[in-house]
């Protein structure tokens, strides 16, 4: 499978020329199966260029959402294949016990806030709740599992013909968890993750700045890779980066970060347009 | 190990956090964990104690009515909230593993996670007066 990232940025597009490397825009990522499934993680403000790229030839698309803070929806309503009859789109997002899934994007895909409800979307998407454990798109079998992070989020896992990715965009593994990464049992994600090829996580912070957002539901780069080691990622992809990092923060950063962990794999800062073979 | 569901590793983080005693219990009946709080009811530290099942909990301390007589193990609050998947609550004396009985109050409930999915239960207990 091949995973291409359209966004990575965490919280709030950060446009700008101080932003070009790693990218503005919000959380998405294509997986693209070896059969041509094509999974979409995310619908941040990355979907709109994904959408713009797809080829006529993916009838099928399916949608699956983490969670639904603002940052992680708000480019579905740009979603071009929305609006084309011929195209089964399916959105995936986690259930809560009050309102369904789709009262929750109703709520911004609706005026005053959007100008198109959910209901006049031509391609009349059909909307799932995820159910916690795992299921099949195409060849693709995804695993899902509740993660820390405010409200009801979901992490994913994708694999395929043996190989498999792990997309954890919002993460804080850390809160409450003092031996972090020593108890595999008691460290959210854990599951999820364990010997991924391919470990997409959450580190929107520095160490210093985490310590100002427990319990925001983050992690810091140095956690990312404490976490990434300790489920014995094969590579890790740092995402969700926050908007005030512009592109010389993240690649200081990170470069120290991985100097001072000295990992036994490769650390990519996730950027824009990245894509990677799993 | 398998990983623990979500809503239990945050109760224990919780649990970790206050100063009030807090016993967690998973579905399967197994004692996950009690906070430092509760280690100086219960007269041990978790560390030494580790994850029992039910009925070797039974080897950790006993109980009793407030006036001595017995109470059987389908009356503590924590089974209750276990098994019949709601709270409960119980004044009761309780031996723990430094030999000293002690007059609690418990108050349990059932952990429901996302989706309605029984978890397990959680025990908060304060002591009353030592006797």
Known sequence: MRVTLWGTRGSLPAAGPETVGYGGNTACVEVRGDDGSVLVLDAGTGIRRLGDALGADVTRIDVLLSHLHMDHIQGLGFFEPLYETGREVHIWGPATSEDSLRERLGRYLSPPLFPVRVRDLESHPELHHVEMGAFRVGDLEVRADLVCHPGPTIGYRISQNGHSMAYLSDHEPALGNGTLPKEPEWTSGFDLASGVDLLLHDAQYSDAEYVEHIGWGHSSVEQALAFAKAVGAGRLVTFHHDPTHDDAWIDAYTKRAVEAAEPSFDVIAGAEGASFEV | ?131
């Open chain 2, 1 to 131: 190990m398998a990983q623990r569901e979500i809503e239990l590793i945050l109760l224990r983080a919780t649990a970790r956090a206050l100063a009030i005693p807090i016993w967690l219990m998973g579905l399967d009946g197994r004692l996950l964990y009690y906070n430092e709080a509760a280690e100086r009811i219960l007269g041990k530290r978790f560390d030494e104690v580790g994850d029992v099942l039910g009925e070797e909990l039974a080897t950790l301390f006993q109980a009793t009515a407030p006036d001595g007589s017995a109470i059987s193990a389908e009356e503590l609050p924590i089974n209750i909230a276990l098994q019949k998947q709601r709270p409960a609550h119980l004044p009761m004396r309780i031996c723990g593993m430094d030999g000293v009985w002690r007059r609690i109050e418990v108050t349990s409930f059932p952990v429901e996670g996302a989706g309605g999915r029984h978890l397990g239960a959680v025990a908060i207990f304060w002591e009353v007066e030592t006797t």
